[in-house]
């Protein structure tokens, strides 16, 4: 068996504190060796992102600076879309033995059966999802996928209320991100006026 490696895909539309933090919280727990983050070309069922892929890639680089065991994977933002997780975990299990661990919020893993493949999903890979409201505490709901709770560890890394929509939205009224970003990608926002002029599409 090779490497403990994370799986992180999403829009990263912009990648923000949320989501660094979280999946430091995630590695140490899971005793990841590396996580891969991997924006996303075109989730099924959402509206294009904000910003252009080059733009996202960028802000995620800037991102994961001060982590040598993170990286970005341009798989699903060379493939056509829609952009599937199970084709994604399918293209990594070809490229080696690693055990892979996909990562998400308990938001998302509520809605896990409803996506494309979810008993090949959790055949590909372990499920780290981490408390996201309202799917927490009392409100956890986990879906029913063979062998699923058999791959799945739920736990807690942080209280995390960030969200990108939040962000846009701050930013088309010319607020300030107040931290809530990594260091650099405010700037690089700023720099080329990402955001801004879009009030109306929310």
């Known amino acids: 068996m090779g490497a403990r490696v994370g799986i992180f895909g999403g829009s990263f539309d912009p ?3 949320g ?3 979280t999946i430091d919280a995630a590695a140490r727990r899971l005793r990841l060796e590396r996580v891969v983050f991997v924006p996303s070309r075109l989730s099924p069922g959402k509206t294009d992102p904000r910003a252009d892929a080059r733009h996202r890639v960028a802000m995620l680089a800037l991102a994961l600076e001060g982590h040598p065991r993170w990286s970005i994977s341009f798989e699903e933002l060379d493939r056509e879309p829609p952009s599937y997780t199970v084709d994604t975990l399918r293209a990594f299990a070809s ?4 055990e892979l661990w996909l990562l998400m919020g308990t938001d998302t893993l509520s809605g896990l059966d409803g996506w494309r493949e979810p008993e090949e999903i959790v055949k590909r890979a372990s499920i780290g999802a ?3 409201a309202p799917f927490a505490g009392a409100g956890l709901r986990v879906p029913t996928i063979p062998g ?6 739920v736990f807690d ?3 995390v209320t960030i969200s990108s929509t939040e962000i846009r939205r701050d930013l088309a ?3 300030s991100l107040a931290g809530r970003v990594p260091d650099g990608v405010e700037e690089y926002i700023t720099k080329h006026g990402l955001y801004r002029a879009e009030a109306a599409r929310f």
């Open 148 to 153: 699923l709770a058999s791959r799945l560890e």
């Open 157 to 159: 890394a942080g209280s």
């Open 15 to 17: 990648v923000h504190r």
């Open 95 to 98: 490229r080696g033995d690693d």
């Open 19 to 21: 989501h660094v933090d």
């Open 130 to 132: 981490f408390h996201r």
């Open 173 to 175: 009224e010319g607020s």
